[in-house]
């Protein structure tokens, strides 16, 4: 086999994460493996770096600065949320032309691999030879294909330690907290605030997620019974959930929100659902204590939480993309894929369509959801403990 020779170019795309950087490494690592690959490209905030011929020299580093750049949470080159359309792409196609680049490798989500996507099927009908492959993450876990996606593992942490920490302060101090998660679309974040739950009174005792909606009248009543019971309730919700008639709430309760290049209204970054919710509760319930929180961009950057698990994982995929790039395929989005449970969990990677992940997203399956559309199974441990890092011990100190 004739391993095509020429540049590469590597971007990171979308929200930052604890882990995106491993997988950057990754990436750079196996390029320094293959001859085929002249010079490494990083293309500074993604697309944009590219269409401003906006590069830095990535074989230049050295190796003690590409393991502290590994270690580092967010997107080191510079992240984006343009999303090229075909003229957008075009720019790109001419810009990959000018300097030789016969490798790009996109590290992001769905709309990363739908970019990816379109340039591939640029330069299949200009009969250039290009290899596109889509290095997969996002903390919601919302791929499609792969089993689960860097980064969702570390924010996973970070959320089940936040409310850990959050219901040892309810039971100090008893009342009603509220704990808002990223998720836009899919409940997987706020799904892994149950592994707080260690003893059978531990919150949460309620998580609303997006893939199921939701009244007011609903929370309030689920609050209450929650209040009776144990004199205090510890709520998580998605800050995408929805009302009755599938409209989010968080766009219902506030005016003129802000859009991005997707078309995505604003969520994070905001406590108007926190704010809504406690008011309304405070309001029906007649309750005094009552408090919340918005976690926002925290989930996302926070550098004292980074999953080990994650973190290896991430680095993986960034090698195997390029590993499979040298190899005779053409494109792909890198998967995973599970084997084992517990300490026997492992993963191993594959191939799948670029199409197969661009666009559209993943949601939380139903066997993980209980019937009340108010709480998380005790199934889901299963499939999210792995991949979180070991979380705190906590003693009470038992009633005489």
Not at 85 to 112: A, L
Not at 282 to 294: F, M, Y
Not at 311 to 323: F, I, N
Request: aromatic share 8%.
């Amino acid at each position: 086999m004739t391993k095509v020779v020429g540049n590469a170019v590597v971007g990171q795309s979308g929200g930052p994460t604890g882990v995106i950087n491993q997988s950057l490494v990754g990436v750079i690592e196996e390029v320094c493996e293959h001859d085929c690959i002249k010079n490494l490209y990083g293309a500074h905030h993604g697309v944009q770096g590219i269409v401003n011929e906006d590069f830095y020299d990535l074989k230049k580093l050295s190796r003690r600065e590409l393991d502290e750049i590994a270690m580092t949470p967010s997107a080191a080159l510079g992240s984006t949320r343009d999303k090229p359309d075909q003229e957008y792409c075009s720019r790109i196609f001419e810009i990959f032309k000018k300097h030789d680049i016969r490798y790009f490798f996109y590290i992001g989500g769905n709309d990363s691999a739908s970019t990816a996507h379109i340039i591939n099927i640029m330069a299949q009908e200009a009969g250039y030879d290009l290899k596109v492959f889509h290095v997969p993450k996002t903390i919601d876990n919302d791929l499609l294909v792969t089993d689960h996606c860097p980064g969702y593992g570390t924010a996973a942490t970070f959320v089940a330690q936040a409310v850990i920490g959050d219901d040892l302060d309810n039971r100090a101090i008893p009342g009603i907290k509220l704990d808002i998660v990223m998720g836009r679309h899919a409940g997987f974040l706020t799904a892994a605030s149950m592994l707080a739950r260690r003893n059978e009174d531990d919150g949460p005792h309620l998580i609303y997620i997006p893939e199921r909606p939701v009244s007011k009248e609903q929370i309030c009543n689920d609050v209450q019974k929650v209040y009776d019971r144990l004199g205090r309730c510890m709520v998580v919700v998605s800050e995408g959930i929805s009302d009755v008639d599938h409209t989010p709430w968080t766009k219902k309760i506030q005016e003129n929100l802000d859009e991005d290049a997707h078309g995505n209204v604003q969520l994070s970054g905001t406590g108007a659902l926190a704010d809504f919710l406690s008011n309304t509760l405070k309001e029906e319930l007649k309750i005094s204590r009552v408090r919340a929180d918005t976690f926002g961009y925290l989930q996302r950057s926070f550098p004292g939480l980074i999953s080990p698990v994650d973190a290896a994982e991430a680095r993986y995929c960034g090698r195997m993309a390029v590993y499979y790039a040298v190899g005779p395929n053409s494109a792909a989005s890198v998967g995973m894929q599970r084997f084992g449970k517990g300490d026997r969990y492992r993963i191993d990677t594959f191939m799948t369509t670029l199409a197969s992940v661009a666009v559209k997203t993943k949601s939380l399956p139903d066997e993980y959801i209980n019937e009340e559309g108010n709480n998380i199974l005790p199934s889901f441990h299963e499939y999210v403990s792995p991949l979180v890092g070991p979380l705190p011990p906590v003693r009470f100190i038992p009633k005489q």
